[in-house]
């Protein structure tokens, strides 16, 4: 596609459902980055992929955040047992440079309310 | 720590009044300091990076600049459709790999 797909772009969970975001980067691009943002505030690092490989997890906020890229392309995010807290934008980015974030491009993120 | 503070955090222009977003930081070796655009429920989408002190890239109404402690966003005789929130980040190298550190922006309201 022209662009970093996420899906879906909007989700409700009920507190303590498991939830899966999924991000489609633009085709080729080595580096895939997943940020959250709270509303009204700046997007916070979560996680970095290069290829399939995850070498960078430290913003993810608690071990029930999970992150996965298996062939190095799709990605997804998963959520287990989901507080209020992690209502949020959840946003892709996608990056044809081995580790840069210069040319990053950013999916329109994943709208998740916790109820 | 590193950290990123905006200001003002709304900004309220009639067309055509030009203006300035401050983007203040503090970060142990800056490797790049990036603005944004980020319109209601979309993604930001990037405007520019700077590198060094000094450093000034301009694109239409857009022009930022750099010194050693922060970065302006000039808008010279803006119209509404640069109404949105501009965010500020600087890039963090860690490992070999890099991750962005994002201000709260700055939201902006251009009216006729």
């Known amino acids: 596609g022209a662009g970093v797909s996420q899906s879906p772009r909007y989700k409700v969970a009920k507190r303590g459902q498991d939830v899966a975001l999924r991000c489609d980067p633009i085709?080729?691009?080595?580096?895939l980055f997943w940020y959250q943002q709270a509303l009204g505030q700046g997007p916070e690092f979560l996680t970095y992929?290069?290829?399939?490989?995850?070498?960078?997890k430290s913003g993810l906020p608690s071990d029930r955040f999970f992150a996965e890229r298996p062939e190095g392309s799709v990605s997804t995010l998963k959520i287990q047992r989901t507080q209020q807290e992690d209502s949020a934008v959840y946003l892709c980015?996608?990056?044809?440079?081995?580790?840069?974030?210069?040319?990053?491009?950013f999916g329109q993120g994943t709208r998740l309310t916790v109820v | 720590e590193d950290q990123v503070t905006q200001s003002p955090e709304a900004l309220r222009l009639q067309e055509g009044e030009s203006s300035s977003l401050n983007c203040s930081y503090t970060?142990?070796?800056?490797?790049?300091l990036f603005w944004y655009r980020q319109d209601p429920g979309k993604g930001p989408e990037f405007l520019f990076t700077?590198?060094?002190a000094g450093e000034e890239k301009e694109k239409e109404r857009l022009k930022a600049t750099l010194t050693k402690k922060e970065s302006f966003l000039h808008i010279t005789a803006p119209k509404p459709e640069d109404s949105a929130t501009y965010l500020c980040?600087?890039?963090?190298?860690?490992?070999?790999?890099?991750?962005?550190?994002f201000g709260a922006g700055t939201r902006l309201a251009v009216h006729p």
């Open positions: 980040a600087v890039r963090e190298d860690s490992g070999g790999y890099n991750k962005l550190i």
């Open positions: 980015a996608s990056s044809p440079l081995q580790g840069g974030v210069t040319e990053a491009f």
């Open positions: 700077l590198y060094s």
């Open positions: 992929f290069q290829n399939e490989a995850q070498l960078d």
């Open positions: 085709s080729g691009h080595v580096s």
């Open positions: 970060v142990s070796g800056l490797r790049g």
